[in-house]
């Protein structure tokens, strides 16, 4: 199985960009569908952006569709998401995620979860 790690993250002003990193260890990544989901206080986790297998297929949430920007790199295990034009209501744990076949933005279909990291905009 896969264990994921999370890098990136912090503190940043409405109008700006962070990048978001996902590794992986343990397994090679290339079996996984990976997304990335947000939670914020008092909501529950939703989906913000998923990529296939392969790289070749993409998907995301109407609310970061045209600003986020979801990519992996199979042979370095590394999945990232770069967030620009960021807004306040983009406050959230953001949380990567593995599942072995197909996408899905059903967060409950995930089975390996990386350990959360902040993301604030302030306005």
């Known amino acids: 199985q896969v264990q994921l790690g999370q890098f990136g993250g912090g503190l940043v002003q409405a109008g700006g960009s962070l990048r978001l990193s996902c590794v992986g260890s343990?397994?090679?990544?290339?079996?996984?569908?990976l997304g990335w989901f947000r939670q914020a206080p008092g909501k529950e986790r939703e989906f913000v952006a998923t990529i296939n297998r392969s790289g070749t297929v993409t998907t995301y949430a109407d609310s970061v569709k045209g600003r986020f920007s979801i990519s992996r790199d199979n042979p370095k295990n590394t999945m990232n998401l770069q967030m620009n034009s960021l807004k306040p209501e983009d406050t959230a744990i953001y949380y990567c995620a593995a599942r072995w076949g197909d996408v899905s933005s059903d967060p409950n279909r995930y089975d390996y979860w990386g350990q959360g990291t902040q993301v604030t905009v302030s306005s």
């Open positions: 343990g397994h090679t990544f290339s079996p996984y569908a």
